[in-house]
């Protein structure tokens, strides 16, 4: 069983920078895509970037664009979303997900972590 942990999510200001992480194990070739989500209160679960452990290929959704990176260390089983600029409506629960290929639906990921909380005052 994949398993998916979260971490590095805190209180800041906005314009302020903040890296999460996402530490996996028991990774398959099933668990190629490592996606992060978040939700806030309310609103549906959006997708945010997703990269492949085995190309390196990265995707964003348009609103984080310039301001936010994923990157992986595969010898680490480590996934890291680096958050810079960041702005009040960046506030959510955010997850790491697994997936066997490239999307932005939560439901074409089968694993998920337990979400770790970014809050980005005004």
């Known amino acids: 069983q994949v398993q998916l942990v979260e971490s590095g999510g805190g209180l800041v200001q906005a314009g ?20 992060w989500f978040r939700q806030a209160p ?14 390196g ?13 994923i990157s992986t260390d595969n010898a680490k089983n480590t996934v890291w979303l680096q958050m810079n600029s960041l702005k009040p409506e960046d506030t959510a629960l955010y997850f790491c997900a697994a997936a066997l ?12 972590g337990q979400g770790t ?6």
């Not at 302020?16 to 996606?35: E, K, P, Y």
């Not at 290929?57 to 990176?69: E, P």
């Not at 909380?117 to 005004?122: E, G, K, L, R, Y």
Request: hydrophobic residues 30%; glycine residues 6%; charged residues 25%.
């Open 16 to 35: 302020d920078s903040l890296r999460l992480s996402c530490a996996a194990s028991r990774l398959t070739l099933t668990s190629n895509i490592i996606g």
């Open 42 to 55: 309310g609103k549906e679960r959006e997708f945010v970037a997703s990269i492949s452990r085995i190309t």
């Open 57 to 69: 290929t990265t995707s964003y959704v348009d609103s984080v664009k310039g301001r936010f990176t």
């Open 101 to 112: 290929r490239s999307g932005r639906r939560p439901s074409e990921y089968n694993y998920w």
């Open 117 to 122: 909380q970014v809050t980005v005052s005004s």
